[in-house]
């Protein structure tokens, strides 16, 4: 069934608007997937701030030509869907990216990042860097790791005198 030119410029609408609040955006070819999967895999990326679109290529590039990108997705193989992460750079690489391993038939094609074009490997590589949140808590971690040393280091100084008082108390 035909969609009417209206219909097309809704949806061209709304891939703009996300696309205008993307971090990364990651395309994959979905061909083969049950609905079930692709269920699992929404809501695995709403989790971690992000979700998978499924439009038509021309509407696609009428989208990203609309937000001023400069990609085309008509070259891409297959059925291609987005899934595109706003919260945190990784996420829609790294969820799509696990997905694949036990699901064969969803593809990771390439994908976007800071509006620069990204080829496969740039994608899976992505995929294995730590989220934000991983990167916060390390910091955050090493930022306080010297004061707990310190306090630890304070400790210990009490901790021998007690130990001490109590051997003389004993004997």
Known sequence: MAITKQKKREIIDDLAARLEK??????????????KDIS??????RAGGA???VAKKTLMKAAFAQRGLDFDPKPLEGQIAMAIGYQDEVVAAKVLREFSKTNQNLKILGGLLENKTLSLSEV?????LPSKAELLAKLAGTLSAPSRN?????Q????????VLSKIKTA
């Open 124 to 128: 899976l590589n992505l995929a294995l």
């Open 40 to 45: 699992d895999l929404k809501v695995k990326l």
């Open 22 to 35: 993307q971090k990364a955006v990651v395309f994959a070819d979905f061909a083969g997937l049950k609905v």
């Open 156 to 163: 210990g100084n009490i901790r021998g005198l007690v130990t």
């Open 51 to 53: 979700e998978f679109k």
């Open 150 to 154: 310190f306090a630890s280091v304070l």
